[in-house]
């Protein structure tokens, strides 16, 4: 499955941005997907991930609260909703899929998106 993201952007702190991450096929509805977010000279980092069938979500700490993960297997969509966005949010934002259940490890997802940039400053 190919993963194409959208929706990054410049943004000040305590904005919302709204990404999208749409895949090229139906097998979406068969993985369970995941956002991840690396910043520069940083490792990569995970931020969210939801179920195959949706409803089982899992969020970092440090975007609890303020980020909600959604994903319309119909559209082949998978959505972050970013609010309360903080300087430390600034990174490149990147879709990916798994087969199985949910994980907040990189090495465990199958398929990668090429990131889309999302900056957060005054």
């Known amino acids: 499955v190919q993963l194409v993201e959208s929706g990054g952007g410049s943004v000040q702190p305590g904005g919302s941005l709204r990404l999208s991450c749409v895949a090229s096929d139906d097998t979406f509805s068969s993985y369970s997907m995941g956002w991840f977010h690396q910043a520069p000279g940083k490792e990569r980092e995970f931020v969210a991930s939801?179920?195959?069938?949706?409803?089982?979500?899992s969020y970092a700490d440090s975007v609890k609260g303020r980020f909600t993960i959604t994903r319309n297997n119909a559209k082949n969509t998978l959505n972050l909703q970013m609010n309360s966005l903080k300087p430390e949010d600034t990174a490149v934002y990147s879709c990916a899929a798994r087969f199985g259940g949910i994980s907040n490890i990189d090495l465990e997802y199958n398929y990668w998106g090429q990131g889309t940039q999302v900056i957060v400053s005054a």
């Open positions: 939801i179920r195959w069938r949706g409803g089982t979500t």
